[in-house]
């Protein structure tokens, strides 16, 4: 006969329930996060410490010279120089004191291997030519900007390959040969009756050696151009002067006179299609009117319009504290 065996009841205190539980949701809490990390995009790693120096990249067709002035891991700005045929002597130092500013010299340029090989003078070359400066520093992230055709290029880059551009700073700016030409055409208006003239019968002949062109430019650039004395910059590649072939191979005579290549370049309305901040500005007396970057600056939506007082085309020089006050404005608004 079996005896009757009673079983004690097991009490389990609250301490060793509550120790149970909290157990169970820790590891469920950490496979669900592992789950979603799996599932995350990855986030791009910062950009490499970039160093002051300067030096080569072969591109196709010849080599391209670039430096960067300060250093740091922040996200660079890198500036486009006008023309075309112009130099890197547009230069914004002054940022390096917060984040590197690298420059280069578009090939036939400066300190740039000089060509005149007419089948590289093609904007996707030159929008090649950024993306091989991008590619050799291994920038993940960076500003980008430009001054007069310089915007044009940023731009096309923009449109091309947005990947990693934080913002864009449009000094100047170019985008339509017609909208250019039809704003010279008002600044020309303004310009003694001697001088308009003399454009008028060089362009009626399409001569544009003569003396009276020549004077009539220069009347132009005083006014609308270039109004103080010029400035050196310690980093200036103005020795180097800028190649008036790749010039008016590309673009022409003169300023308000548009004969070459980019004769019927038009890119402004792509402005639209813009989703990062965008900083534009221009002279009070600059060949890119006020009134007509206003109207550039409309076309972006998160975008910031500055007119630099008592400055010309060339605003770095003109008025250059206002020129880097608003740059710097810009970035400090921008995340890191």
């Not at 006969?1 to 820790?26: A, C, D, E, W, Y």
């Not at 010039?247 to 990062?276: C, Q």
Request: proline share 4%; glycine share 8%; net charge positive.
């Amino acid at each position: 006969m079996k005896k009757n065996i009673t079983k004690k009841p097991v009490f389990t205190s609250s301490r060793q329930v509550k120790f149970t539980f909290g157990l169970t949701h820790m590891v469920a809490v950490g496979i669900l996060i592992l789950i979603i990390s799996s599932c995350a995009p990855k986030e791009q790693s910062s950009n490499p410490y970039l160093k002051a120096k300067n030096g080569y990249i072969q591109v196709e067709g010849g080599k391209i010279w670039y430096a960067i002035t300060g250093e740091g891991n922040s996200a660079p700005l890198l500036n486009l120089h006008g023309g075309p045929g112009g130099t890197s002597s547009f230069n914004l130092s002054e940022i390096a004191e917060e984040r590197p500013v690298i420059v280069f010299d578009q090939l036939g340029n400066g300190r740039s291997d000089h060509h005149k090989d007419t089948t590289l003078l093609k904007v996707d070359k030159l929008v090649e030519q950024v993306r091989a400066v991008k590619n050799e520093l291994k920038l993940n992230e960076f500003y980008l900007s430009g001054g007069s055709w310089g915007t044009a290029l940023a731009l096309e880059y923009y449109n091309k390959y947005p990947e990693g551009i934080k913002g864009l700073i449009f000094n100047s700016p170019y985008f339509s040969t017609k909208i250019w030409t039809a704003d010279a055409d008002i600044l020309v208006a303004g310009l003694p009756d001697s001088i308009q003239t003399a454009i008028k019968i060089a362009e009626a002949d399409s001569l544009f050696n003569t003396d009276s062109y020549e004077n009539a430019n220069k009347v132009f650039a005083k006014k609308h151009g270039r109004r103080t004395e010029y400035k050196k910059h310690p980093y200036d590649t103005l020795k180097y002067k800028r190649d008036r072939f790749i010039y008016n191979y590309m673009w022409g005579p003169s300023e308000f006179t548009s004969t070459g290549t980019l004769r019927n370049y038009d890119i402004h309305e792509a402005l639209k299609d813009i989703t990062v901040p965008v900083l534009f500005t221009t002279g009070e007396f600059d060949e890119a009117r006020p009134q007509t970057v206003k109207k550039f600056k409309y076309m972006v939506p998160n975008s910031t319009f500055v007119i630099i007082e008592g400055a010309g085309h060339a605003t770095s020089n003109d008025n250059r504290p206002a020129l880097i006050a608003a740059i710097k404005q810009f970035l400090k608004n921008r995340k890191k």
